[in-house]
């Protein structure tokens, strides 16, 4: 059992003293100012385009973890805790690649059969599953299960077992007013992955995508659209020519028609090379984890070809009759089987926490503080980014070269004291934050330092933008001791402490409290830069983070001298920068570094449905209300499905046996 803290009256006046005494306004001042210049020093390199946005997966990230290992071992810090060196190993997923075969053969009666080539009549999705099918073919609209507005494209038909076809996007997208235009989920149940959850959750072997011929058909409109004003605009031009005064046409109008002439040019291109049936590529959609079925896209030929000779109509034509009646228009497509095999493989790469030590001493050295900062980002863009279609270097300044920055200023004050701490002080740079707390998750699997005598953990993630005094602390509930800390400290500092008391959040501090382990984290807010090319270094607030290492250093000092370790408190609730919208409430933590069929959960809020359900981390769930769970995006879909108040049967794998847990869901939370 934990140890509780005292009321640290006698300690809290000692360190009001130490800090009058110590570090009076001109030598604070100063110190602030050293500092800022080191504190610019790191985060302009690590947010330099040279690092490439140290995206998983690029040299920039590697380069980034010699640099931070050597910022701790110049700093004094042990760097040979953890295999002699200061790199904690693993691997995470960073896309597929194809193997070999990719084949589809459409058979049909009367012994057609259809033998289709790969890039030309259909690809492979990389968001699915590699594997073999041989099933016959049903037709199901835009595969579409939706509560509000009511609509199913999978009733009436039979699909397991069955490989479907899907048309993308959403029916009546002609109508602002249709059933799912803005407001009514649209972008929801046109994703990909949605309609992928909704197959695999009515038992479907395989599914076949194709497009629907509405977007191709408006992007041609669009594109003849431009090309008609690109010609209008060089007929005025030449008009304007044509009326001048004088033997020569002024010079810049000569300059105009070229420019004019040039964009009619290049806009006549993108018509003449624009595919309205656009095939996806293999790695469009980024890759699942789970359990799923194999998902091919065909080209919207093929699939009229099957849909004439079984139902009498076009896809084109099947697409017009959706969007007048509101009806799916699913329906078997007798006689036709569809046996192929999709074939790839999941690419592992390395990647490293970076870990450096700060000894304690007496007979508390064994005992330990994390102190944390995830230095990965997004790289390039794409899966992650807030800018689509934009692949440039995402330097990530705040997100997270600001914490990353901070965390070795931390590591320098620590290790320059004349004494060392009582207790034994951790500084970890995480790796893979952005694909889901990766690097944190590994740590807390294998821990370089029984997690049993971790007494707490301190978490800095996008702290470079410090406005109006004002600091997001996460966990300030997680201990009894906080709240008086942060009160004195925060006086002491001039900050203004914004006080979040869950421990649950999306950062790396999540992975410690699920281990039921006292947690702060700091945070100055989101920002329009946010995973965008923007995020750079020169509109951090350096001075700002400077202050928040003064008060970080603060709250370590106080942990690692106090005489109790600080207790562990359960918060109801999770910290979210989002809203859940209309899903019922649960309370599962992901765990985003498990390999496993089901959706795999690290912990459970306190007093969550889930937690009275009897879910605990470590379960993997694999059903809920009678629907099969591969992964978290069919756990999300499948939750929209209930109401507040229901209580659903979850099925949960727990020592490898299944085990079976009714669940009262709760109302939403924002």
Same mark, same amino acid.
Not at 172 to 192: D, E, M, T
Not at 301 to 315: A, H, T, V
């Given at each position: 059992?934990?140890?509780?803290?005292?009321?640290?009256?006698?300690?809290?006046?000692?360190?009001?003293?130490?800090?009058?005494?110590?570090?009076?306004?001109?030598?604070?001042?100063?110190?602030?100012?050293?500092?800022?210049?080191?504190?610019?020093?790191?985060?302009?390199?690590?947010?330099?385009?040279?690092?490439?946005?140290?995206?998983?997966?690029?040299?920039?990230?590697?380069?980034?973890?010699?640099?931070?290992?050597?910022?701790?071992?110049?700093?004094?810090?042990?760097?040979?805790?953890?295999?002699?060196?200061?790199?904690?190993?693993?691997?995470?997923?960073?896309?597929?690649?194809?193997?070999?075969?990719?084949?589809?053969?459409?058979?049909?009666?009367?012994?057609?059969?259809?033998?289709?080539?790969?890039?030309?009549?259909?690809?492979?999705?990389?968001?699915?599953?590699?594997?073999?099918?041989?099933?016959?073919?049903?037709?199901?609209?835009?595969?579409?299960?939706?509560?509000?507005?009511?609509?199913?494209?999978?009733?009436?038909?039979?699909?397991?077992?069955?490989?479907?076809?899907?048309?993308?996007?959403?029916?009546?997208?002609?109508?602002?007013?249709?059933?799912?235009?803005?407001?009514?989920?649209?972008?929801?149940?046109?994703?990909?992955?949605?309609?992928?959850?909704?197959?695999?959750?009515?038992?479907?072997?395989?599914?076949?995508?194709?497009?629907?011929?509405?977007?191709?058909?408006?992007?041609?409109?669009?594109?003849?659209?431009?090309?008609?004003?690109?010609?209008?605009?060089?007929?005025?031009?030449?008009?304007?020519?044509?009326?001048?005064?004088?033997?020569?046409?002024?010079?810049?109008?000569?300059?105009?028609?070229?420019?004019?002439?040039?964009?009619?040019?290049?806009?006549?291109?993108?018509?003449?090379?624009?595919?309205?049936?656009?095939?996806?590529?293999?790695?469009?959609?980024?890759?699942?984890?789970?359990?799923?079925?194999?998902?091919?896209?065909?080209?919207?030929?093929?699939?009229?070809?099957?849909?004439?000779?079984?139902?009498?109509?076009?896809?084109?034509?099947?697409?017009?009759?959706?969007?007048?009646?509101?009806?799916?228009?699913?329906?078997?497509?007798?006689?036709?089987?569809?046996?192929?095999?999709?074939?790839?493989?999941?690419?592992?790469?390395?990647?490293?926490?970076?870990?450096?030590?700060?000894?304690?001493?007496?007979?508390?050295?064994?005992?330990?503080?994390?102190?944390?900062?995830?230095?990965?980002?997004?790289? *390039? !863009?794409?899966?992650?980014? %807030?800018?689509?279609?934009? @692949?440039?270097?995402?330097? &990530?300044?705040? +997100?997270?070269? #600001?914490?990353?920055?901070?965390?070795?200023?931390?590591?320098?004050?620590?290790?320059?004291?004349?004494?060392?701490?009582?207790?034994?002080?951790?500084?970890?740079?995480?790796?893979?934050?952005?694909?889901?707390?990766?690097?944190?998750?590994?740590?807390?699997?294998?821990?370089?330092?029984?997690?049993?005598?971790?007494?707490?953990?301190?978490?800095?993630?996008?702290?470079?933008?410090?406005?109006?005094?004002?600091?997001?602390?996460?966990?300030?509930?997680?201990?009894?001791?906080?709240?008086?800390?942060?009160?004195? *400290? !925060?006086?002491?500092?001039? %900050?203004?402490?914004?006080? @979040?008391?869950?421990?649950? &959040?999306?950062? +790396?501090?999540? #992975?410690?409290?699920?281990?039921?382990?006292?947690?702060?984290?700091?945070?100055?807010?989101?920002?329009?830069?946010?995973?965008?090319?923007?995020?750079?270094?020169?509109?951090?607030?350096?001075?700002?983070?400077?202050?928040?290492?003064?008060?970080?250093?603060?709250?370590?000092?106080?942990?690692?001298?106090?005489?109790?370790?600080?207790?562990?408190?359960?918060?109801?609730?999770?910290?979210?920068?989002?809203?859940?919208?209309?899903?019922?409430?649960?309370?599962?933590?992901?765990?985003?570094?498990?390999?496993?069929?089901?959706?795999?959960?690290?912990?459970?809020?306190?007093?969550?449905?889930?937690?009275?359900? &009897?879910?605990?981390?470590?379960?993997?769930?694999?059903?809920?209300?009678?629907?099969?769970?591969?992964?978290?995006?069919?756990?999300?879909?499948?939750?929209?499905?209930?109401?507040?108040?229901?209580?659903?049967?979850?099925?949960?794998?727990?020592?490898?046996?299944?085990?079976?847990?009714?669940?009262?869901?709760?109302?939403?939370?924002?």
């Amino acid at each position: 059992m934990l140890r509780r803290l005292a009321i640290p009256s006698v300690r809290a006046l000692c360190t009001a003293l130490a800090v009058s005494v110590l570090f009076p306004v001109a030598v604070r001042a100063e110190r602030i100012e050293e500092a800022t210049q080191r504190l610019l020093e790191d985060v302009k390199y690590l947010a330099s385009d040279d690092l490439q946005g140290r995206g998983v997966g690029t040299k920039g990230l590697d380069q980034a973890a010699v640099y931070i290992r050597d910022a701790f071992a110049a700093a004094g810090l042990d760097v040979t805790v953890d295999g002699g060196d200061a790199y904690q190993d693993f691997e995470v997923i960073d896309g597929a690649k194809l193997t070999e075969p990719n084949v589809l053969t459409l058979n049909g009666p009367d012994g057609q059969s259809v033998t289709l080539e790969l890039g030309k009549d259909f690809t492979v999705g990389s968001f699915g599953d590699a594997g073999t099918f041989d099933a016959p073919i049903v037709f199901c609209g835009y595969g579409i299960d939706s509560k509000e507005p009511e609509y199913d494209s999978f009733a009436g038909v039979d699909v397991k077992d069955k490989v479907v076809i899907i048309m993308r996007r959403t029916p009546q997208q002609a109508n602002p007013h249709g059933l799912f235009a803005a407001g009514h989920g649209g972008s929801r149940h046109a994703a990909l992955r949605t309609k992928v959850s909704n197959a695999f959750q009515h038992g479907a072997a395989a599914i076949l995508f194709v497009n629907d011929p509405y977007t191709g058909r408006k992007e041609a409109e669009a594109l003849q659209s431009q090309l008609e004003k690109a010609a209008g605009e060089i007929v005025d031009v030449a008009v304007k020519i044509a009326d001048a005064e004088g033997d020569e046409p002024p010079a810049e109008l000569l300059k105009e028609l070229r420019e004019r002439t040039n964009h009619y040019r290049q806009v006549q291109e993108l018509v003449e090379t624009h595919n309205d049936d656009k095939l996806m590529e293999f790695g469009y959609g980024g890759t699942r984890g789970g359990k799923s079925v194999p998902i091919l896209h065909i080209s919207q030929e093929i699939c009229s070809r099957l849909l004439e000779s079984s139902l009498g109509k076009s896809l084109a034509e099947i697409e017009v009759e959706i969007d007048a009646t509101g009806e799916p228009q699913s329906a078997p497509l007798s006689g036709w089987i569809a046996e192929g095999e999709a074939s790839f493989e999941l690419v592992r790469v390395p990647v490293r926490n970076v870990i450096g030590v700060l000894e304690g001493s007496g007979p508390l050295a064994d005992e330990t503080i994390i102190v944390g900062a995830h230095y990965d980002h997004v790289g *390039l !863009g794409g899966e992650g980014s %807030l800018a689509p279609g934009v @692949k440039e270097v995402h330097n &990530g300044a705040d +997100d997270n070269a #600001s914490g990353t920055a901070a965390l070795i200023e931390l590591a320098r004050r620590l290790a320059e004291r004349d004494q060392p701490l009582p207790r034994r002080v951790v500084f970890i740079a995480f790796t893979g934050e952005e694909r889901g707390l990766l690097g944190s998750a590994h740590y807390v699997r294998e821990p370089v330092f029984p997690l049993e005598s971790t007494v707490a953990m301190f978490n800095m993630d996008m702290v470079g933008r410090l406005d109006e005094e004002k600091l997001t602390v996460f966990g300030s509930g997680t201990s009894s001791a906080w709240e008086e800390m942060l009160n004195r *400290l !925060g006086d002491d500092t001039g %900050l203004e402490l914004v006080r @979040k008391p869950e421990g649950f &959040g999306p950062s +790396d501090h999540s #992975s410690f409290y699920a281990k039921e382990i006292p947690v702060i984290h700091l945070f100055t807010g989101t920002h329009t830069d946010y995973h965008r090319p923007s995020d750079d270094w020169d509109k951090l607030n350096v001075r700002g983070m400077a202050r928040i290492v003064d008060l970080l250093e603060a709250m370590v000092v106080e942990v690692a001298t106090g005489e109790e370790r600080p207790d562990y408190v359960a918060i109801k609730g999770r910290a979210s920068l989002a809203r859940s919208g209309s899903r019922p409430y649960f309370g599962s933590i992901p765990d985003f570094g498990t390999d496993a069929e089901g959706y795999a959960i690290s912990g459970v809020s306190p007093g969550s449905p889930a937690d009275k359900g &009897g879910l605990k981390g470590g379960d993997v769930i694999v059903r809920m209300g009678g629907q099969p769970i591969g992964g978290l995006d069919d756990f999300d879909l499948a939750l929209r499905k209930f109401s507040p108040g229901q209580e659903v049967e979850v099925v949960v794998l727990r020592d490898n046996k299944e085990t079976k847990l009714k669940v009262t869901l709760a109302a939403p939370r924002s």
